[in-house]
């Protein structure tokens, strides 16, 4: 719901708009044959309620695990607040104008998500947002938590619910070039873990299940 508001949404948290849900009973249709081990949200209500639209959307009934390192970047003071009051004195920290222009040089491919997420968290007054490296550390130690366990299981697909930035914040350095654009929502980012430990992103912010989605809805 803050996301249609354009508010800063972190670990604040409301519930999935008419959208939302849509989107996600999509997604669920559009992963109907693929067979999942294990499912994991983060802790806030909107992934939980994502994580159960998409198991119920492909007939699935897995117990949902939570973890609260799965969460979205925390915003501090700005959460809940207009996005132009996050993202502008963040633009204005790097020497931009404004948001816009900041987010201009970001669909080129000119300033790395690192430096935005760490400018929030330099303009945030009471010091509780979170930067690159701590969203980027909670992440990954969580996703590497989530592959062991698979492994020790024998393998196996696992769905993992988390949320944008977060998502983006982890893979950033698994891949070759620099992401310059939101993820959408819904979008599938698969990583595949090797027997020897290490990540690999096969395909970042795929739309393709949610169109296969709707096709299958027709």
């Not at 010091?127 to 590497?144: C, F, H, I, N, P």
Request: hydrophobic letters at 35%; one cysteine or more; aromatic letters at 6%.
């Amino acid at each position: 719901m803050f996301n249609t508001t354009h508010r800063a949404q972190g670990w604040s948290d409301t519930p999935l708009t008419k959208a939302g849900i849509e989107v996600a009973q999509q997604l669920g249709r559009g992963l109907s044959d693929v067979n999942f081990i294990s499912v994991y949200s983060s802790d806030s209500g909107r992934a939980r309620q994502t994580a159960r639209i998409i198991l119920e959307s492909k007939g699935d009934d897995i117990n949902i695990n939570e973890m609260e390192g799965l969460r979205e970047t925390c915003f501090g003071l700005f959460e809940g607040d207009l996005d132009p009051n996050m993202w502008d004195p963040a633009a204005q920290h790097l020497g931009y104008p404004s948001s816009k222009e900041l987010m201009d040089d970001f669909a080129k491919g000119n300033i790395p998500l690192e430096k935005m997420m760490n400018a929030i968290a330099a303009v945030e007054q009471s010091g509780e947002a979170e930067d690159y490296q701590t969203v980027k550390k909670r992440m990954q130690t969580s996703l590497k938590t989530i592959a062991e366990s698979a492994k020790a299981q024998g393998g196996g697909n696992v769905l993992v619910v988390s949320h944008g930035m977060a998502i983006m914040a982890m893979v950033q350095d698994m891949l070759d070039k620099p992401i310059t654009t939101p993820l959408g929502n819904a979008s599938v980012t698969k990583i595949h873990f090797t027997d020897d430990g290490k990540f690999i992103v096969e395909s970042f912010g795929d739309m393709s299940y949610i169109e296969k989605g709707k096709n299958l809805a027709k």
